[in-house]
């Protein structure tokens, strides 16, 4: 079993950045894919970025493409989320998941665990 908790959300100004962070506990969170998603009020989950167990390869969004950059410490049980060029759109709760196949998905129901969230507000 595999609890994750994320931080590092907060208000911040549209041009501004954050990092979020989700820490894992339990579990081989090394070999574990790990996703960000995010949901803003009435609308859908949406898939932000992924990236696998070697965390190679990871991949983005096309609307967060070139500004956020996903990463992880392994040693840690950590993976990052850089968000740059934030803009009042990002505005959202933040979740990261994770999913014992090693693979990183852009489907929420691929995923076994879930953080609480963080909340991330981008004002204009």
């Known amino acids: 079993q595999v609890q994750l908790v994320e931080s590092g959300g907060g208000l911040v100004q549209a041009g501004g950045f954050l990092r979020l962070s989700c820490a894992a506990s339990?579990?081989?969170?090394?070999?574990?894919?790990v996703g960000w998603f995010r949901q803003a009020p009435g609308k859908e989950r949406e898939f932000v970025a992924g990236?696998?167990?070697?965390?190679?390869?990871?991949y983005y969004a096309d609307s967060v493409k070139g500004r956020f950059t996903i990463s992880r410490d392994n040693a840690k049980n950590t993976v990052y989320l850089q968000m740059n060029s934030l803009k009042p759109e990002d505005t959202a709760v933040y979740y990261c998941?994770?999913?014992?196949?090693?693979?990183?998905?852009?489907?929420?129901?691929?995923?076994?665990?879930w953080g609480q969230g963080t909340q991330v507000t981008v004002s204009s």
């Open positions: 339990g579990g081989t969170f090394s070999s574990y894919g």
């Open positions: 998941a994770a999913n014992p196949s090693g693979i990183a998905y852009s489907t929420p129901g691929r995923y076994d665990y």
């Open positions: 990236i696998k167990w070697s965390g190679s390869n990871p």
